[in-house]
């Protein structure tokens, strides 16, 4: 008995978003079944009729399914070997089925290759080995849309590339429409040395680490009315280290429409080296750490953060882990010699930070690091701490139009 996609539903009903679920509910795909494909188990590969024939009403590029190749998707046979045939069998340009209505297994890392390649039909992609559970994209121009990435169980956090659920690496024009990932063993969408990509419309739940990692010189991109929700670490991060293999700068980065909801740990939104980088509209509730992060950290050795706008949003029960002494906003610098500058945090509603929080916004410079040319405009807070603002030495900024319930705040 196959499985009708029971990640996307419970996603559904767990976060109260709406998903594409195409054929995952009520009777399966209809359609005649390859002839004569199945797998070295016997049982009888997926059937891909009626999904095949909606795509292809949509579009005139060359399709295949993922069933040609002998996938069965009953959530038990072993899928991986057939899955990567289909894609190294797929010319540029065209377009791979992973049929709605099925769960597809993963024992091992696959890979898409081949440049232009489309992704797409609306069935969940189960990884069954946390060690080797990558869905690695190492092509140009490659579009994922409508498929559901599950994992079986995690045991730890992992921290290797194989282990990364979604990774981009090395490739430019990338775009994921539309997906979730359901657990991770790492991070849940990892972005690193890739140019002018856009992740859209997407879900990403209950990883281990990072919800959505942005590394290794990621730039041109931007992440656009996404959920992340229960993550072991960040919900979105930006983040540039200044160790040797670790790629350019990650910089010109937009988040926006985006939010992170109740954290096991971490920050909701961080910048720890990075430039040209930009939040708007963003909102998060229940952030473990702090809800806006944006450092230079000598304790990790990343690069520089400069020129990074916080621009509207809501932060909402910032900074919940009392063992964690964050604020909902947290500016940090703690590289000697560095200067973390020119960022500006405007039209922020902060509600009911931690009580015993330093306060709502904290800048903090320490060990020869410095902050300086921070412009804070028209934030309102409420509940929370009885500061607004606090800043050690080293820290400069400006502030106007400030409210604490409701009155202004002079500081």
């Not at 559970?133 to 599950?150: K, N, T, Y």
């Not at 910089?251 to 939040?279: C, E």
């Not at 009580?355 to 020869?368: E, M, Q, Y």
Request: charge should be negative.
């Amino acid at each position: 008995m196959r499985l009708r996609c029971p990640g996307s539903v419970l996603l559904a009903a767990i976060l109260g978003v709406g998903l594409p679920v195409t054929g995952c509910a009520g009777e399966a795909p209809t359609g005649s079944a390859p002839s004569g494909v199945q797998d070295s188990g016997g049982a009888q590969a997926c059937q891909d009729g009626a999904v095949l024939a909606a795509l292809r009403s949509q579009s005139a590029r060359p399709m295949r399914s993922v069933c040609e190749f002998g996938a069965v998707g009953d959530g038990h046979h072993d899928d991986t070997q057939a899955i990567q045939a289909a894609f190294d069998a797929a010319g540029q340009d065209s377009t791979v089925v992973l049929p709605a209505g099925y769960t597809f297994t993963q024992s091992g890392v696959l890979t898409v290759a081949t440049p232009g390649l489309r992704v797409t039909g609306g069935a969940d992609l189960r990884a069954d080995v946390e060690e080797r559970s990558e869905f690695l994209i190492a092509a140009d121009r490659v579009s994922v849309e409508d498929i559901h990435f599950s994992m079986a169980r995690t045991t730890a956090r992992w921290d290797r590339n194989e282990q990364m659920r979604v990774r981009i690496s090395g490739a430019d024009g990338v775009r994921l429409k539309r997906i979730t990932i359901l657990g991770s063993a790492a991070a849940g969408i990892m972005i690193g040395s890739a140019q002018d990509f856009e992740l859209s419309d997407s879900v990403v739940m209950g990883t281990r680490a990072d919800g959505i990692h942005m590394v290794n010189g990621a730039a041109n991109g931007r992440v656009v009315d996404c959920t992340v929700k229960a993550t072991g670490d960040d919900g979105v991060s930006v983040v540039s280290y200044d160790n040797a293999g670790d790629g350019p700068t990650a910089h010109d980065i937009v988040v926006s429409g985006t939010k992170v909801l109740d954290q096991r740990w971490g920050r909701a939104f961080s910048v720890v080296g990075g430039t040209d980088i930009r939040f708007e509209n963003i909102s998060s509730d229940h952030s473990a750490g702090a809800a806006v992060y944006l450092a230079t950290e000598n304790e990790f050795n990343s690069r520089t953060t400069e020129r990074v706008t916080v621009s509207g949003g809501t932060l909402s029960s910032s900074n919940a882990n009392s063992d964690i002494n964050h604020t909902a906003v947290l500016v940090y610098n703690s590289r000697e010699g560095t200067t973390l500058r020119e960022v500006v945090i405007e039209d922020l509603d902060i509600v009911d930070t931690r009580a015993d929080a330093d306060a709502d916004i904290a800048l903090r410079a320490k060990d020869g690091g410095r902050i300086s040319d921070v412009q804070l405009r028209r934030i309102t807070a409420r509940g929370g701490p009885n500061l607004v603002i606090t800043a050690s030495d080293g820290a400069s900024y400006t502030a106007t139009d400030i409210t604490k319930n409701g009155d202004e705040w002079r500081g």
